[in-house]
């Protein structure tokens, strides 16, 4: 739903029924008496809201300072300040600080306020459809870097333990396709693209480093209880029979879910480590609030594994 109200804020209630008469014939009002009542609206109808409009002088807090809130959390939208001419300097600070988009003088002339209504309804609609697209872009390229880092994991995993690489990471998929792994975390006003390729080039030379590690600390397999032992003493996670139980659902998905520009930790290429160092050899279940690794064959890979892997991590909701 697109936002299409109008709130207006005046302690004076003749001009807010007055405000609301001559307004709600392109747009519906939503009116409030004082700054901190406005807030509230905001808080709770935000989403409705496609343009402010606020009077200054008001006991208690002024306008501006609604304008200021408005501003900080709810940039979608369109903020305006009426005010008499005696106080235009408001005004004029109110524009210059980059508070409204237009200044409406008082008393109001019809068809000024309404034309210039219309124009922040305009541009609130434009604000969304800006906002919508850009939330499908986000969506898109979150997708995309989750099935990339996918890709360079089984790459890495080939490099460090060349053989069993498609088995170990094929279970590191499911393993997270289970704990519901959501898309990594990006902020595109931050990232371009040259530094968002080089931050993920170093991370991967991190994941390397710290799987070599844990693979030369794992030492030689000798059978499946030291193999629990080993990956119980890793996670720090409970050894519970012939199973491994887990409560931090990051851990087996961190090295796909983890924002852009995060440092990637020891622990979270241990799980990792540890499937290659078993060949791939287990199993991860949903048990309660909790997750149980058990030890299992894989079976033969269909050839197409990874492409679905990327596609099914890709498409679920995110929970992590």
């Known amino acids: 739903m697109k936002p299409d109200k109008i709130l207006y804020v005046d302690d004076e209630a003749m001009a807010l029924k007055y405000f609301e008469r001559l307004v709600s014939p392109i747009a519906p009002v939503i009116t409030a008496t004082s ?13 409705e809201i496609a343009v402010l409009v606020t009077d200054q002088r008001m006991p208690g807090a002024y306008g501006n300072e609604l304008l200021r809130h408005a501003r900080m959390y ?6 305006m300040l009426t005010t008499a001419y005696s106080e235009l300097g408001d005004a004029i600070e109110a524009i210059n600080t980059g508070e409204i988009f237009r200044y409406i003088s008082k008393p109001w002339s019809l068809e000024a306020m309404r034309a210039d209504l219309r124009n922040a309804l305009e541009l609130a609609s434009l604000r969304s459809e800006r906002d919508e697209l850009l939330r499908d872009k986000l969506l898109a390229q979150q997708n995309q870097l989750l099935a990339a880092r996918l890709g360079s994991l089984l790459m890495i995993c080939a490099a460090v333990q060349p053989g069993s690489q498609e088995t170990a990471l094929h279970q590191f998929a499911q393993a997270a396709l289970v704990c519901k792994s959501r898309e990594p975390q990006l902020d595109w006003h931050r990232w371009e693209h040259a530094d968002l390729l080089q931050a993920e080039a170093q991370r991967g030379v991190a994941i390397a480093d710290h799987v070599r590690h844990w693979l030369k600390a794992f030492g030689l397999r ?24 887990v409560r931090d659902p990051a851990l087996f998905s961190g090295l796909l879910t983890a924002p852009a520009g995060q440092v990637v930790t020891d622990a979270q290429c241990a799980w990792l480590a540890w499937l290659l160092w078993q060949e791939g050899f287990a199993r991860v279940e949903s048990e309660g609030d909790a997750w149980k690794v058990t030890l299992a064959a894989t079976g033969v890979l269909p050839g197409d594994w990874l492409a679905d892997a990327m596609e099914r991590l890709g498409h679920q909701p995110g929970k992590n």
């Open 74 to 79: 709810h940039p979608h939208i369109v903020r």
């Open 222 to 245: 000798s059978d499946d209880g030291q193999a629990l032992s080993v990956l119980a003493a890793a996670l720090q996670a409970e050894l519970k029979g012939a199973s491994v139980i």
């Open 35 to 47: 700054v901190e009542e406005g807030k509230v609206v905001l808080r709770d109808r935000a989403a």
